[in-house]
């Protein structure tokens, strides 16, 4: 399926970029590399600083501890309950428990991650809008900010949280994103357990993939599917019409108690939040689930905790994942084939031309048109990207300034 990024929209660029410090996360190539230099000999320490130099390394121990578990703590800056206790996003670092088979249909791997990925999933309760709704919620941080669709809460009168515990909790609507169906919620909660968020960006079709979303009762423990990915890049409609983008694809069907719940890969790291897409026009989508990749979820995030709405970048191409044989002649293991530029788009002026292959974005390999489009969307309007390509059997670099997308 051919790719555009919105391409149609002569859209201005964006402002810059949120700083470091607002954001959910950090892309690998903002976290900067250690310092080179030659190394020097330190003196003995005397007896009078050997207590200090036992301290430090006490707390390098416990430090190391901390990142050896994948959590990451960054300041809170949006209200002053907040600013006092550390802000917590945990990342993959290591797998909770690998699947047992290619098909992970059973074993004790599935049971780990659904016992370890339950806690961050909450049930989310809405009035309003002409009927009651019933979903799922991913909690992306400690001091109570959780995700969820767009579509689940439009129109909300009353959002009420149910977490893990049983706890119930109203939430307010930070705010919405209709164009990749994701939306925030707030609850006045701190030190919440929260969900291991991994990346979709090397993701493949046929390796295995597990839903887990809100319990269907009080009682009930986390609903949990397993199956594999079945279609990256996907373009679908949402159950309110909105033309969804850049779709993780699987062959299991998403209930929508569980729509707003998490997409597993097979360590138990979160690489996507699960929308419930049945529409009685398009038959087939009811028998196929469908989440929107972590990166795109992150993005959105970040925008909306910030300044409560999410803004798009834009390029300005169109795709299609290298052939194989192509990229076998030119001594590549895959790629993005740029089939279209539209005119005075970020592509067009940074000089990006049709037949050009992508082959790196930031540093990073780009293996397919999708998961190009993925770790794109991971970026913010007016954000400066790097991307390296292939043309006419020659390596070309340039750096592009994204502009904003203003529709789906």
């Known amino acids: 399926m051919p790719f555009d990024d919105g391409d149609d929209d002569d859209a201005p660029v964006g402002g810059a970029p949120l700083p ?5 996360w950090r892309h690998p190539s903002e976290l900067g590399a250690p310092q080179s230099g030659t190394a020097t000999a330190a003196p003995a320490p005397s007896e009078s600083s050997s207590s200090k130099v036992w301290a430090v390394a006490v707390v390098a121990g416990l430090i190391g501890s901390a ?58 309760e809405v009035k309003g809008g002409g009927d009651d709704k019933v979903a799922s919620a991913i909690l992306v941080r400690t001091d109570g900010y959780l995700a969820t669709n767009a579509h689940v809460v439009a129109q909300a009168k009353s959002v009420q949280v149910v977490l893990s515990d049983g706890t119930v909790l109203t939430a307010q609507v930070v705010g919405t994103d209709p164009m990749t169906d994701v939306a925030i919620l707030k609850i006045e909660r701190d030190q919440l357990p929260v969900a291991v968020l991994g990346t979709a960006t090397d993701l493949e079709s046929g390796q295995p993939a597990i839903s887990i979303g809100s319990p269907l009762g009080p009682a009930g423990g986390p609903s949990v599917t397993v199956g594999v990915i079945s279609g990256l890049g996907r373009r679908v409609k949402s159950s309110d019409g909105t033309d969804l983008r850049d779709m993780i694809q699987t062959d299991s069907p998403t209930a929508t108690t569980s729509s707003g719940g998490a997409l597993c890969d097979s360590s138990g790291a979160v690489i996507g939040m ?34 409560g709405v999410a803004h798009h970048s834009w390029l300005g191409v169109e795709g299609a994942d290298l052939d194989a044989t192509d990229a076998k002649n030119m001594g590549l293991s895959g790629g993005a084939k740029v089939t279209n530029v539209v005119d005075n788009s970020p592509a067009s002026i940074a000089g990006l031309q049709s037949n050009d292959v992508i082959t790196s974005l930031d540093g990073a390999r780009v293996a397919s048109m999708s998961a190009f489009v993925v770790a794109l969307r991971g970026h913010h309007p007016g954000d400066s990207i790097t991307v390296e390509v292939m043309r006419d ?8 300034t994204l502009g904003e997308r203003t529709h789906a």
């Open 67 to 124: 990142l050896s578990l994948g959590v990451v703590a960054v300041s809170g800056r949006f209200s002053t309950d907040v600013v006092e206790k550390p802000v917590v996003e945990r990342v993959a670092v290591r797998p909770i428990a690998e699947l047992s088979s290619p098909s992970g249909k059973s074993g004790q791997g599935v049971i780990a991650i659904a016992k370890s990925v339950a806690p961050a999933i909450a049930r989310v």
């Open 274 to 307: 699960t929308t419930a897409i049945a529409t009685a026009d398009d038959p087939a989508a009811n028998a196929l689930g469908y989440a929107i990749p972590i990166e795109i979820l992150r993005a959105a995030a970040d925008d909306i905790i910030a300044t």
């Open 20 to 24: 470091l410090e607002d954001r959910l």
């Open 393 to 400: 059997a020659k390596p070309v670099t340039m750096v592009i």
